[in-house]
Nanobody, 116 residues
Framework: QVQLVESGGGLVQPGGSLRLSCAASGFTFSNYAMRWYRQAPGKERELVATISSGGGSIEYADSVKGRFTISRDNRKNTVYLQMNSLQPEDTAVYYC?????????WGQGTQVTVSS
């Protein structure tokens, strides 16, 4: 049974940090690129960051460059998103996605709220 379980979301003040985790099971994690998306209320889902299967290639949306860092641990079947200097516009539900370019799996999402 394929599972992607995000955790680490919550309420944080502007300028604060959070670290999201996405634990995978039920498929060969190391064969999949991993992506973080986010969706704010009333907006389309946005690709935030991508890391290749081996971790050697990383891409970010312009809106998060220099503030967010994606990483993965293939021994733990987990992908991370370190989010620093958070701003209210980062408020969204954050989803992880596993992508082999043939099969795609989504997590259930974790809420991140940036507010004072």
């Amino acid at each position: 049974q394929v599972q992607l379980v995000e955790s680490g979301g919550g309420l944080v003040q502007p300028g604060g940090s959070l670290r999201l985790s996405c634990a995978a099971s039920g498929f060969t994690f190391s064969n999949y690129a991993m992506r973080w998306y986010r969706q704010a209320p009333g907006k389309e889902r946005e690709l935030v960051a991508t890391i290749s299967s081996g971790g050697g290639s990383i891409e970010y949306a312009d809106s998060v460059k220099g503030r967010f860092t994606i990483s993965r641990d293939n021994r733990k079947n987990t992908v991370y998103l370190q989010m620093n200097s958070l701003q209210p516009e980062d408020t969204a539900v954050y989803y992880c996605k596993a992508d082999s370019y043939v099969y795609v799996y989504w997590g259930q999402g974790t809420q991140v709220t940036v507010s004072s």
